[in-house]
């Protein structure tokens, strides 16, 4: 079930029929909805509130400021690592991020590499 504050459900239901999407009106503020299996970009509900926004008109949304001021900025550890990966990209080497991470036994058992740990470079134990 899904809640939209600023428009009735008959209306969200219209623009989730415009957006290729089966809704139908469980009470005045809530609405159910059957995603379509061709559908694979939806997973959340606010995949389905981006779509009523989008059938709406993402223009048509009124704009509005936030209740409370806040201020952003980049925090500094980030800051010293764009730089130094600046720097380093000026003297020529690449960027290479690679987010595996693979356990004793990947590295061992599971490739038949008895020696696999040697060559590995270990980020921490676990006890």
Known sequence: ?????LLDAETAVTLLKKMGLNGKKVSDEKISVEVPI????ILHSCDIAEDVGIG??????P????????????LTINKIS?????????AGYNEC???ALC?????TKYINRKNGLEE???????I
Do not use: W
């Open 103 to 107: 356990s004793i036994l990947e590295i």
């Open 1 to 5: 079930m899904i809640k939209f504050p």
């Open 82 to 90: 764009d730089l130094v990966r600046q720097e380093m990209a000026q």
């Open 97 to 99: 991020l690679n987010f």
């Open 56 to 61: 709406y008109g993402i223009n048509n949304i």
């Open 120 to 126: 590995a470079v270990q980020i921490g134990t676990f």
């Open 38 to 41: 061709n559908r694979s970009d």
């Open 63 to 74: 704009f509005t400021y936030p209740p409370s001021a806040t201020t952003g900025g980049q």
